[in-house]
């Protein structure tokens, strides 16, 4: 009976995450949900801290990598990079899809997706708003669909990698090989497929007069950090040390440097911080822990294992299909950490573990209550003015998404 009432209660949890009742915040559900499994003694004070405990490179890597953000942001950096590629565009609305499609790339590798929706989207509103783009949603679009198709390009390139992988994460010198052809295969069929659809849209004028801001001394130490932080995160990846740790340090090492530098009042940074994805997380692991005492971890774990030994091939393709849909009805992050705790167990091939993480990462293009990244790009849309309906981002997540992650599959045997 203890066990159906967790599954309820897991199920309400989530659905007030993604569906939002009474516009209460996500994390107020999570950490609700959690705070009910213990009041109902459904899962012990000490499980519930395990629990929590268990997401602690999760928080340390969230908050380095959201503070270095939004110093960025506050220095106009990527407003800054936004115009730089809009005035290289040349008055060509192709070119400036293309360029700002580099950038979301590039944005996505080195700050993780959750940057790309938050700090870029409103650069990219504002930098086609200064090229007179009539039509500017196409472009608004690169921000959520390569938010989760470059996030698996490097282990920080997205926190469901951490979650994932856990202490279990490969050393950079293998997870480059493992992944740098399915992520150029998913950026690349990602691409063709949203401008394939947005083609139409894209014929026309746009300014090439454009001005350039000046970027602050602020925003030049921002890319220095950020440099900085990405050679050091490698550096720690190939080590095979845990990420969060010298994430946080970096990242509150660069935005104290550029706070002092610009002085600027440090609160106006701390307030520009998402702090309430940390406990959407911590709540979110919580429900997991309560998930293991039902026993389906070592249900699914016994399923992944009779499958692999039957047929590897099928198995990579079942688990990347069906993780990826699953992300779209329950949301990538209790997705991903169900995922890692089943995929770590022993003999489960690497090949399958791969085709997991690229069902997490990818998955969620499909709808707009997939991941994180595209719930928190869907708010920065709507504070520009803009607006996409969850049925036409369905319809357009279903034909990119589907058709990227087949290929990206396929390309786990190249």
Known sequence: MAHYIIWIIIFFTIAGVIIRPFK???AIWATGGAVVLVILQLISPADAFLGIAKGSDVYLFLIGMMLLAETAREEKLFDWLAAHA???AKGSSTRLFLLIYLVGVIVTTFLSNDATAVVLTPAVAAAVKAAKVEKQLPYLLICAFIANAASFVLPISNPAN???YGSHMPPLLQWLPQYIIPSIVAIGVTYFMLYLTQRKTLKQKIESNILIPVLSEGGRTAIFGIAITAVILLAASALNIQLG????ITGILTSAIVIIRARKNPLTVVKGVSWS??????GLFVLVEALNKTGIIQILNLLLHQSAQNSVNQTVWGSGVIIAFACNLINNLPVGLITGSVVQGDHIPEIVKSAAL???DLGPNLSITGSLATI???VALRREGQSVSAWDFLKLGFLIMTVALLFTIASLWI
């Open 376 to 378: 928190l790009w869907l």
């Open 24 to 26: 209460v915040p996500e």
């Open 86 to 88: 809009t005035k290289m």
């Open 162 to 164: 951490l979650v994932i």
């Open 358 to 360: 690229i069902g997490v």
């Open 245 to 248: 740790l010298p994430t946080a």
């Open 277 to 282: 994805v940390l406990p959407l997380v911590g």
